[in-house]
Nanobody, 121 residues
Framework: VQLQASGGGLVQTGGSLRLSCAASGLALSTYPMGWFRQAPGKEREFVAAIIWSAGNTYYAESVKGRFTISRDNAKNTLNLQMNSLKPEDTAVYFC???????????????WGQGTLVTVSS
């Protein structure tokens, strides 16, 4: 199973980016999926998650109203639309599948390699 995250880059404050996570060896609808991020010197933190079967989405308070997690069933991809970006959103973003416990804890079976998002002030 491989997850491939992409779409990161450098953007100015207030700008937008769209991250994608493609899977091989796994149908993304098999397990709940999440996005996490890790800034330099900090622990990996929860950003958003989706439970495919119910279509339920969950967000960290810090991104609620600005980020949207979604799925593209045809392409077997997970997306994260990030709007109104702030410098504090700067981090490496990871997609993950198959939570072992609560969806907001960084304890998943499968992880993508991460994509860097840098928001300049």
């Amino acid at each position: 199973v491989q997850l491939q995250a992409s779409g990161g880059g450098l953007v100015q404050t207030g700008g937008s980016l769209r991250l994608s996570c493609a899977a091989s060896g796994l149908a993304l609808s098999t397990y709940p999926m999440g996005w996490f991020r890790q800034a330099p010197g900090k622990e990996r933190e929860f950003v958003a998650a989706i439970i495919w079967s119910a279509g339920n989405t969950y967000y960290a308070e810090s991104v609620k109203g600005r980020f949207t997690i979604s799925r593209d069933n045809a392409k077997n991809t997970l997306n994260l639309q990030m709007n109104s970006l702030k410098p504090e959103d700067t981090a490496v973003y990871f997609c993950a599948s198959g939570p072992r416990g609560a969806i907001y804890t960084a304890d998943y079976n499968y992880w993508g390699q991460g994509t860097l998002v840098t928001v300049s002030s």
